[in-house]
């Protein structure tokens, strides 16, 4: 992440909307030095059975394959159901296995990886999140989760939605009226100056 000036991003199996067969492959994400990686699913369509035998996702806390499990989640994953929360590393790498089988392919899964550390004070090009985490302030309000918790993001009140589309609403209606008396009243000018002129 550091070489590629990246604090976050998202990583999904494919572009194609459904996996390939056969599949085998980790990828290792690597944050700066001194920083953690959290982990947040937004899609999960992966063929389904009873221990994830089949197709599965494996998040690895470490750098290989054979790192132990990241805490919170199960070994493997598969299925529709996408796994709530956020998933953390101790450490600044992560690894994702994906493995398909032969027969039924799915969509895939989606995953957003953030780059955060935890301080007292985060530095002013940063955002601190409700959990205690700094992420870089570039993510506030992308419509990602990038602190884990959904503090990064900027969430409209109900009232406050209310009220503007009220307020749109009445501000309509009172335009729409306001043209149709206008022009209503330039039809009677226009009917007595008719009128005068016969």
Same mark, same amino acid.
């Given at each position: 992440?550091?070489?590629?000036?990246?604090?976050?991003?998202?990583?999904?199996?494919?572009?194609?909307?459904?996996?390939?067969?056969?599949?085998?492959?980790?990828?290792?994400?690597?944050?700066?030095?001194?920083?953690?990686?959290?982990? *947040?699913?937004?899609?999960?369509?992966?063929?389904?059975?009873?221990?994830?035998?089949?197709?599965? *996702?494996?998040?690895?806390?470490?750098?290989?394959?054979?790192?132990?499990?990241?805490?919170?989640?199960?070994?493997? *994953? !598969?299925?529709?159901?996408?796994?709530?929360?956020?998933?953390?590393?101790?450490?600044?790498?992560?690894?994702?296995?994906?493995?398909?089988?032969?027969?039924?392919?799915?969509?895939?899964?989606?995953?957003?990886?953030?780059?955060?550390?935890?301080?007292?004070? !985060?530095?002013?090009?940063?955002?601190?999140?409700?959990?205690?985490? !700094?992420?870089?302030?570039?993510?506030?309000?992308?419509?990602?989760?990038?602190?884990?918790?959904?503090?990064?993001? !900027?969430?409209?009140?109900?009232?406050?939605?209310?009220?503007?589309?009220?307020?749109?609403?009445?501000?309509?209606?009172?335009?729409?009226?306001?043209?149709?008396?206008?022009?209503?009243?330039?039809?009677?000018?226009?009917?007595?100056?008719?009128? *005068?002129?016969?």
């Amino acid at each position: 992440m550091e070489a590629t000036a990246i604090s976050a991003g998202r990583l999904t199996v494919t572009r194609r909307s459904k996996y390939r067969s056969k599949l085998n492959c980790h990828v290792t994400i690597v944050a700066p030095v001194n920083r953690r990686i959290t982990v *947040v699913f937004r899609e999960m369509d992966i063929e389904w059975e009873v221990h994830c035998d089949d197709d599965f *996702v494996s998040l690895r806390d470490g750098l290989k394959p054979s790192s132990p499990l990241i805490h919170g989640l199960l070994p493997r *994953v !598969c299925g529709h159901k996408v796994p709530p929360g956020n998933y953390v590393t101790t450490g600044n790498s992560l690894t994702v296995i994906f493995q398909s089988d032969l027969y039924k392919q799915n969509d895939g899964f989606e995953i957003v990886f953030t780059s955060f550390h935890i301080a007292k004070s !985060c530095p002013v090009d940063e955002l601190r999140c409700d959990n205690g985490r !700094c992420i870089s302030a570039s993510l506030q309000c992308n419509n990602f989760n990038n602190c884990g918790d959904n503090s990064d993001e !900027c969430q409209v009140n109900m009232e406050v939605a209310i009220a503007i589309i009220l307020s749109v609403f009445l501000i309509t209606i009172v335009g729409v009226g306001s043209v149709l008396l206008y022009r209503k009243k330039e039809r009677r000018n226009h009917t007595k100056v008719s009128t *005068v002129s016969q």
